[in-house]
């Protein structure tokens, strides 16, 4: 879906965090510019990418003449203005009962499995060299995802496809790239979530934007 067009352009590749956009442009089927800034590589010091991010992170979306940095604000702003009816990885803003769970689901995606978990290893245990060695926090951070995933299991229990029911949603495209980080880094997934992440893993736009996302990191490593 990648094309020239400079109205719509995502910025980073090469993380968990950068192919969650993409795999949502791709669900929704729009068109983009991929620009693929990695982190911790010259990249990331163009004067492009820093007009654009002065956070000096990506994700990055500049959209319709304006920009929308972090991962998931990214996903539901995508969802938002161009699924507004829900049909696709949104829920309708009307439907307050599933869009509390939306959110819900979301939130403690990105804080307790992202944030307070797999980010704690990827910076203490995958770039110690920049935030130093802690391997009590590492340890812990380990054993918090893998109960906190508790939660997770309980919901799909009852034998649902998706997070909220029937419907893949926005929460399920978080929850993916959470799962697929842990299983890189060797974190044993409940077979449940394995069965999960098998289901998910044959959606095509999920394809197209693992394909591209990371495309950038083999080729720097070779
Ligand atoms: N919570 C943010 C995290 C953004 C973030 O930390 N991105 C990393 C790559 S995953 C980055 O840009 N690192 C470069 C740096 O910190 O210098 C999101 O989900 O977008």
């Not at 803003?93 to 995606?109: N, P």
Request: aromatic letters at 10%; a negative charge; hydrophobic letters at 40%.
């Amino acid at each position: 879906m990648t094309s020239a067009s400079d109205s719509r352009v995502l910025w980073g590749a090469g993380t968990s965090r950068t192919v969650r956009p993409r795999w949502a442009l791709r669900e929704l089927g729009l068109d983009y510019r991929s620009e693929p800034v990695v982190p911790r590589t010259e990249s990331m010091q163009s004067e492009a990418f820093r007009a654009v991010s002065e956070r000096g992170k990506v994700p990055i979306l500049e959209d319709d003449g304006f920009v929308v940095g972090e991962s998931a604000a990214i996903v539901f702003y995508l969802a938002d203005r161009y699924d507004s009816q829900g049909n696709v990885l949104s829920v309708p803003v009307g439907d307050f009962e599933r869009r509390s769970a939306y959110y819900d689901l979301s939130f403690f995606i990105l804080t307790e499995l992202d944030a307070t978990s797999l980010y704690i290893v990827r910076r203490h245990e995958g770039l110690p060299q920049i935030y130093g060695e802690a391997p009590t926090a590492v340890k812990g951070a380990r054993q918090y995802f893998s109960h906190q995933l508790g939660e997770i299991e309980r919901k799909l229990s009852d034998g649902r496809p998706y997070l909220l029911g029937n419907d893949f949603l926005a929460p399920d495209l978080l929850l993916m790239t959470c799962l697929d980080w842990a299983n890189a880094i060797g974190i044993e997934l409940p077979e449940i979530l394995g069965q999960y992440r098998l289901r998910i893993a044959t959606r095509p736009a999920y394809g197209e934007a693992m394909g591209e996302n990371f495309a950038p990191l083999r080729e720097l490593a070779g």
